[in-house]
C-alpha cells in the first residue's frame, strides 16, 4: 500500500479544488446564463433582475453588462439602470427569500427609481450593505455622482442638466409602512446638486399647507444638503435665481369671497437652515396682477420696484411640509397702484368712501405671526377720484394705516393712529373741500364677522363683537355718517349733509354701544334728512347712549335754526322757520327689534306757498291749494312706527278748487292727530276742525266749517309713500259742519237720472264703515234753505232738507222742498211755483267710491203753478203755428224713474189759457192729461198712449174778429210717442170731437174771404174723426185727417205748417159739393173736377215739402255787393 505523501496530499487537494473551481465556473456561469437564474429574482419579494451578459470567477461575485433592476413593495416602484455593474451578494440568502448586497458598483447608471422620483442621466453609483427582506430595505452607504442628469416626480421634471454628488444612508425602512415622502424620514448623508428647476414643482409642495402661497418660475438651482433621518440639518442651503420669478397670494385664506394675486419679477428665492429654516424670496421691477380665472386680460394693479417674502419655520424635513409657519413677512417698496379702484372692495360696503379712479403711490407691509399679523400701509395720490358719500370728487389723498394688531383667530384688529387726509374737488368746482380725520383709538374684535367684507351690520350682526374707537377731525360732507346713523335709528331716514367738525367716542361690548359712547357734530351749514325730508340751517347733532331701563337708550337731538323745510320727494320747500327740533331714542337691546321714537316741533313757520301741503292728502280727497300763503305750528310725535300730535294752519290768501270749483280767501285748519299706524292703516283725527271763508270763481262768498266729531278710520285711503296693499275702509266718522257746497253729494248719485243737488247749508253725518261699504244705520243730513235739485233736465229750489241712509242691502235718498220753485236747467226763464216736492229714491246698491247704484226715484210734485202759460211754448215747434199766449196753469206731476226707464202723469188745468192756432184765438177751459209709460231716460222718449187734450167754454175768434162762442173740442191719444225736450217731437194719432167744423174749415179756406159762404156751409156742428200729428222742432204736420158730420159733411186733409206758412191738400164733400182745395202759404187752389181722386193722388203729410226756416236776420233785405 502505498502511503500518500504531504505534497501528494497538498497536490490531491489542490487538483480537487480546481476541479470544483472549474466545476464551479462551469456550472454557475451556466446558471447565469439561463432563465433558471432570472427567475430565482421575480420570487417574492417580487425582484425582476434581467441583464445582457453576466458571469462570476469567485462565488458572489457577479459581473453583469446592462443590468436593468426593478421590482415593487409597499406599494412603490423602484428600478436601476446600468451599463456594467459588479456586485458581491450572498447567494444564500436569495435561497431565503432575501437579498444582501455587500457591494454593488455600477457603472453608466442611466435610471435610478424610487417611488414617485427617478433619476436619469449618466453616472457612477455605489451601494454597500443593501439589505432587502420581507419588504424591508435598508443600506449603510449609497454613493453617487452624475453629470447632466434629470431629477423627475412622476413624469414631471424637478431639476434638469443636474450635477449631482450624493453621500447617503438608509435606515431599515419598512415600505408599506411609510408610503409617499415618509420614505425620506429613514435618509441621512448628504447631497450637493446643481442644476435647473421649476420652481413651482420644487417649492409648492412644501408650501402647499399654507393656504396661501404659490411660487413660480424657472431658473438656476444651487443645493447643499445635509440630512439626518429626513431632518435638514444646520449649514444646508437652496438658492434659485430666475429672471421671471412668480409669486401667487391667495387671500382667501382669510377673507370670504377674496381675490387671488400674482406678483411677477426677476429675484431668487433662498432656503437658509440655521436655527431655523427660512425662506427668503426678493423680486424686482414687479408687476403685480389679479390671478382669478378669467382675468388675465385686466390692467396691472401694481407696478413697483420690489417685493419681499419671509417666511419662517421650527426646520425643514424632506418628507412633509413645515409644521408650522412662525413668521411671515411681505413688504412692497415704491410700488404705484395705475388705478386705485382695483382696490376698493376691500372698503366694507357701509364705509361711505368709494374709490372710483387715479393713481397711487403705495409703500408698506405685513408681518404674520402664528395667525396675527401687524405691518402699516402708506397710500398717496394727487388726483384720486372717489366718491364721499353720495358726492364725487377728485383730488389729493393721503392715508396712513397704522395695523397694530390683525388677529385671525381671535379676530382682533387694532387700526389705532390712522390718519385721513383729503383735499378734493366737486366736479365743476374749483375750491376743494378738506377732509381730515383722525382716529387715535380704533381696535374692534369681532371673531366672526370681520372675515367677510359683505356689508353685513356689526350693529345687527354678531352679537361677541366689541370695540374701542375715538375720533375727532374735519369731514367737507357729513354724510359718510349716514351708515351709523341708518343702524341706530333705522325707520327714520336719518342723514346729514354739508361739512362740520365732528368729534366722538364709541364703546361696544357684546356687539352693543356702551353707556358714554357719543358722537357730535357741528356745522354752520347743516343740512339734516329725516322722514322724507330736508332741513338746512345752522345745527347741531350731539347721538348719546345712556343708562336707560331695562336697556341702555340711544338718543339723537337735532337742532336746527333759521331753518328752510324741503320736501325730497319733489324737492319743494314746505316752510321756513326760527327753529326746528328733533329727537329720537331708540332702546339698545339684541333681542327684541325696537322702533326709534321720534318727535319733531316746529314754531312760526312760514309756508310761502299752500299748494305743497297737497301731497300730504289722500288720494281722492276733492280739496285742491293752488297757493297762496300760510303760517303753521306743530308737534309730531313717532313710536313704534305709530304717529300722533297736533298741526295747525292758518292763511288769509289761500286759493284752490273744492269739488272742481276754485275759490280764494282764508283757511284755518287743525289737525289733531290722535293716532296714525301705517302699518295697521289706521288714523284717528277726531276732534279736527277746518274752516274756510273764500270767494268762489262766480264771486260769492263761501264759508265752509266741519269738526270731526269722532273720525277713526282703517285702511281705505291711499296715504303718500303706502306700500302695503289697502285693506277696506272701515271705522266711524262723525261730522258736523256748514257747506256752502252741498254739490260734493253728487258724486253719489247716478248720472243716468240726472239727479243732482247744490246750495248750502248745515250738515250732520254719522257714517260707520266695513269692508270697504258704509254700514247700514249710516247716516247723512243737509238742511239749507239754498238748496236746488236737479232731474231729468229740470232744477228746483226752494228750502228744504236731504237725507241719506244706508240701508241692507242699498240706501234710501229722500229729498223734500216744502215750497219751491222750478224751471227747465241751462235757461233764465220764469220760475213756475209749487208746493211740496218729494223725491224719494231707494238704490239696490250702494258702495264707495261708486254711489247709489241701480237706483228707483219717485218724484212727486202735487201743487205747482205756472203763473203764465207763454213759459210752455218753449215746448212748441218755433213758428209751427200753435203757441200759447197767457193765462195762469197748475200742474201735478208723479214719475217713476226705475234705472234708465221711466213712467208716470202729467196733468195741467189753465181755467183761462189763452192759445194762437195758426190765425184763431182760443179762449177756455185748457185741460191736458199726460199719462208717460215705457221712458227711455237715454233718449227721453215715451208712450203716451192714452193721453187726452180737452177744451172748454172756449171763444173762439178768427183774423177777421168773428166770434164763436160755447166752442168744445177733445182729442184722445190711442197710440202715441213723444220725445220730451224743447221743443217737444210727437208722433200720435187722436181722436177728436169737435162742438163744430169752424175751426178746420177757417184754416182751410181763411184766404178766400170773399167766399164766406162756402164756410157757413161747411161749418157744421158735432163733429169727430181722427189724424196722425207730428211735431218737431219747427213743423207741425197733420196727415190723413178725416172728419165728419153725420152723413152730410166730410173734411179730409193732410197739412204741414212750418213759419205760418200752411201747406198741403184738402177734401170737402157737403151734400152733393165735392171740392178740393190745394194749400201753398196764403195761396189757394180750387178742384172742382174728380175732386177725390185729385185729393188722394196728393203727397202725405210726412213727405211734404216746406220752406226751409229763415231767422228773422236772414228776412232783412240788405243788398250784398
Do not use: C
Request: net charge negative.
Amino acid at each position: 500500500m502505498t502511503r500518500t505523501t504531504p505534497l501528494g496530499a497538498l497536490a490531491g487537494f489542490v487538483t480537487f479544488a480546481a476541479t470544483l473551481y472549474v466545476l464551479y465556473l462551469a456550472v454557475a456561469n451556466a446558471l447565469l446564463a439561463s432563465d433558471w437564474a432570472r427567475r430565482q429574482f421575480d420570487r417574492e419579494p417580487r425582484i425582476a433582475l434581467e441583464w445582457k451578459r453576466a458571469w462570476t470567477l469567485f462565488p458572489g461575485h457577479l459581473t453583469i453588462t446592462e443590468p436593468r433592476l426593478s421590482g415593487t413593495g409597499g406599494g412603490r416602484r423602484y428600478a436601476l439602470v446600468a451599463e456594467r455593474a459588479s456586485l458581491v451578494l450572498s447567494p444564500a440568502s436569495l435561497l431565503n427569500r432575501q437579498l444582501r448586497l455587500h457591494r454593488l458598483d455600477a457603472e453608466g447608471v442611466r435610471q435610478v427609481r424610487l417611488g414617485a422620483y427617478r433619476l436619469r442621466g449618466s453616472g457612477h453609483l455605489h451601494l454597500s450593505g443593501v439589505v432587502w427582506r420581507d419588504g424591508e430595505l435598508a443600506a449603510k452607504a449609497m454613493a453617487g455622482q452624475w453629470e447632466r442628469a434629470t431629477i423627475f416626480q412622476d413624469d414631471t421634471p424637478l431639476v434638469e442638466s443636474v450635477a449631482l454628488d450624493a453621500d447617503l444612508e438608509l435606515a431599515p425602512l419598512a415600505l408599506k409602512d411609510h408610503a409617499g415622502s415618509q420614505a425620506a424620514r429613514f435618509i441621512s448623508g448628504s447631497l450637493d446638486l446643481a442644476g435647473r428647476s421649476d420652481a413651482y414643482d420644487l417649492f409648492n409642495p412644501y408650501l402647499a399647507d399654507l393656504g396661501w402661497l404659490q411660487i413660480g418660475g424657472h431658473g438656476v438651482l444651487e443645493v447643499e444638503l445635509t440630512v439626518v433621518n429626513g431632518e435638514v440639518q444646520p449649514g444646508s442651503r437652496l438658492r434659485l435665481d430666475s429672471p421671471r420669478l412668480s409669486v401667487q397670494l391667495d387671500e382667501r385664506r382669510w377673507l370670504e369671497g377674496g381675490t387671488r394675486y400674482r406678483v411677477d419679477g426677476s429675484g431668487t428665492v433662498e432656503v437658509d437652515v440655521e436655527e431655523h429654516a427660512r425662506l427668503a424670496l426678493a423680486l424686482g421691477a414687479i408687476t403685480m396682477r389679479d390671478a382669478t380665472p378669467g382675468a388675465a386680460s385686466r390692467p396691472a394693479l401694481l407696478n413697483g420696484e420690489g417685493f419681499r417674502l419671509t417666511l419662517e419655520t421650527a426646520g425643514l424635513h424632506l418628507h412633509a411640509p413645515p409644521d408650522e409657519l412662525q413668521h411671515a413677512e411681505l413688504r412692497w417698496h415704491d410700488a404705484e397702484a395705475p388705478d386705485i379702484a382695483a382696490f376698493d372692495h376691500y372698503l366694507p360696503p357701509p364705509v361711505p368712501l368709494e374709490l372710483k379712479g387715479g393713481s397711487a403711490r403705495l409703500q408698506g407691509g405685513l408681518a404674520y405671526d402664528a395667525e396675527r399679523l401687524s405691518g402699516s400701509f402708506d397710500l398717496s395720490g394727487d388726483r384720486i377720484a372717489l366718491r364721499l358719500g353720495e358726492q364725487p370728487l377728485r383730488g389729493r389723498l393721503d392715508l396712513h394705516l397704522p395695523i397694530a394688531e390683525l388677529d385671525v383667530t381671535r379676530g382682533v384688529v387694532d387700526v389705532s393712529g390712522t390718519r385721513l387726509d383729503l383735499e378734493a374737488a366737486a366736479p365743476g368746482e374749483v375750491q376743494p373741500l378738506t377732509t381730515t380725520l383722525a382716529l387715535p383709538t380704533a381696535r374692534v374684535r369681532a371673531p366672526q364677522a370681520w372675515r367677510a367684507l359683505n356689508g353685513g351690520s356689526l350693529l345687527k350682526g354678531d352679537p361677541s363683537w366689541s370695540a374701542e374707537l375715538a375720533l375727532h377731525g374735519r369731514l367737507a360732507n357729513l354724510g359718510v355718517l349716514d351708515p351709523i346713523l341708518t343702524e341706530l335709528f333705522d325707520g327714520l331716514d336719518l342723514g346729514l349733509e354739508g361739512g362740520g367738525r365732528l368729534s366722538g367716542t364709541l364703546h361696544v361690548r357684546h356687539g352693543q354701544p356702551q353707556e358714554g359712547s357719543r358722537l357730535e357734530v357741528r356745522s354752520e351749514a347743516l343740512g339734516a334728512r329725516f322722514l322724507g325730508h330736508h332741513a338746512r340751517g345752522e345745527g347741531q347733532l350731539l347721538i348719546a347712549v345712556q343708562a336707560g331701563e331695562p336697556h341702555p337708550e340711544a338718543s339723537a337731538d337735532l337742532a336746527v335754526n333759521d331753518v328752510d323745510l324741503t320736501r325730497l320727494s319733489d324737492v319743494r320747500r314746505l316752510f321756513q322757520a326760527d327753529h326746528l327740533a328733533l329727537t329720537a331714542t331708540l332702546p339698545i337691546t339684541q333681542r327684541i327689534a325696537h322702533s326709534p321714537t321720534a318727535r319733531v316741533t316746529w314754531h312760526d313757520a312760514r309756508i310761502p306757498d299752500a299748494s305743497v301741503l297737497n301731497a300730504y292728502l289722500p288720494e281722492g280727497v276733492p280739496l285742491q291749494l293752488d297757493g297762496g300763503q300760510a303760517s303753521s305750528d306743530g308737534s309730531l310725535t313717532l313710536e313704534e312706527a305709530r304717529g300722533r300730535g297736533r298741526i295747525s294752519l292758518a292763511g288769509d290768501a289761500i286759493h284752490g278748487r273744492l269739488r272742481g270749483t276754485s275759490f280764494r280767501g282764508a283757511l284755518d285748519a287743525t289737525l289733531a292727530l290722535r293716532d296714525l299706524d301705517p302699518a295697521r292703516q289706521l288714523l284717528d283725527f277726531s276732534g279736527s276742525r277746518v274752516e274756510m271763508i273764500a270767494s268762489a270763481n262766480d264771486g260769492e262768498t263761501l264759508r265752509t266749517l266741519l269738526v270731526a266729531r269722532q273720525a277713526r278710520l282703517r285702511g281705505g285711503l291711499d296715504w303718500p309713500g303706502r306700500e302695503a296693499h289697502r285693506r277696506p275702509l272701515a271705522g266711524t266718522l262723525r261730522l258736523d259742519g256748514l257747506l256752502d257746497r252741498l254739490g260734493f253729494l253728487n258724486a253719489l248719485l247716478p248720472e243716468e237720472q240726472g239727479l243732482s243737488v247744490q246750495g248750502s247749508g248745515r250738515l250732520r253725518a254719522d257714517l260707520h264703515f266695513a269692508e270697504g261699504m258704509p254700514s247700514s244705520g249710516s247716516r247723512l243730513e243737509a238742511h239749507s234753505d239754498r238748496l236746488a235739485a236737479r232731474f231729468l233736465h229740470y232744477e228746483a229750489f226752494g228750502d228744504g232738507s236731504l237725507e241719506l241712509e244706508v240701508t241692507d242691502p242699498g240706501a234710501t235718498l229722500h229729498l223734500s222742498l216744502p215750497r219751491f220753485g222750478l224751471r227747465r236747467q241751462e235757461t233764465e226763464g220764469a220760475l213756475i211755483e209749487g208746493r211740496l216736492l218729494e223725491l224719494r229714491s231707494r238704490a239696490r246698491h250702494f258702495g264707495l267710491p261708486e254711489g247709489l247704484r241701480q237706483l228707483s226715484t219717485h218724484i212727486d210734485m202735487p201743487h205747482v203753478v205756472a203763473p203764465d202759460l207763454a213759459a210752455f211754448n218753449a215746448y212748441l215747434p218755433e213758428g209751427g203755428g200753435i203757441s200759447l199766449i197767457e193765462g195762469q196753469a197748475r200742474l201735478a206731476a208723479q214719475l217713476h224713474l226705475d234705472g234708465m226707464s221711466a213712467a208716470g202723469h202729467l196733468e195741467l188745468r189753465a181755467p183761462q189759457a189763452r192759445l194762437v192756432l195758426h190765425d184763431q184765438i182760443l179762449e177756455g177751459e185748457l185741460h191736458l192729461a199726460t199719462r208717460l209709460a215705457d221712458g227711455d231716460l237715454e233718449t227721453l222718449t215715451f208712450d203716451i198712449s192714452g193721453s187726452r187734450l180737452g177744451l172748454e167754454n172756449v171763444h173762439l175768434t178768427d183774423d177777421g174778429g168773428n166770434l164763436t162762442r160755447g166752442w168744445w173740442a177733445r182729442l184722445d191719444v190711442p197710440e202715441g210717442n213723444m220725445r220730451w225736450e224743447t221743443p217737444l217731437a210727437l208722433d200720435a194719432r187722436l181722436d177728436l170731437a169737435m162742438r163744430d167744423s169752424g175751426l178746420l174749415v177757417r184754416l182751410l179756406v181763411d184766404a178766400a174771404r170773399e167766399r164766406r159762404w162756402l164756410r157757413e156751409r161747411l161749418t157744421l156742428g158735432e163733429v169727430h174723426g181722427e189724424a196722425r200729428v207730428m211735431l218737431n222742432d219747427d213743423t207741425v204736420r197733420v196727415e190723413n185727417l178725416a172728419v165728419q158730420a153725420g152723413e152730410r159733411l166730410e173734411l179730409l186733409a193732410n197739412l204741414a205748417l212750418r213759419d205760418s206758412h200752411l201747406a198741403g191738400r184738402a177734401f170737402a164733400r157737403y151734400g152733393p159739393l165735392r171740392l178740393g182745395i190745394e194749400l201753398d202759404g196764403e195761396r189757394r187752389r180750387w178742384q172742382l173736377r174728380n175732386a177725390r181722386s185729385w185729393y188722394a193722388g196728393g203727397q202725405p203729410a210726412s213727405e211734404l215739402t216746406l220752406p226751409d226756416s229763415e231767422t228773422w236776420f236772414e228776412r232783412l233785405e240788405v243788398p250784398t255787393e
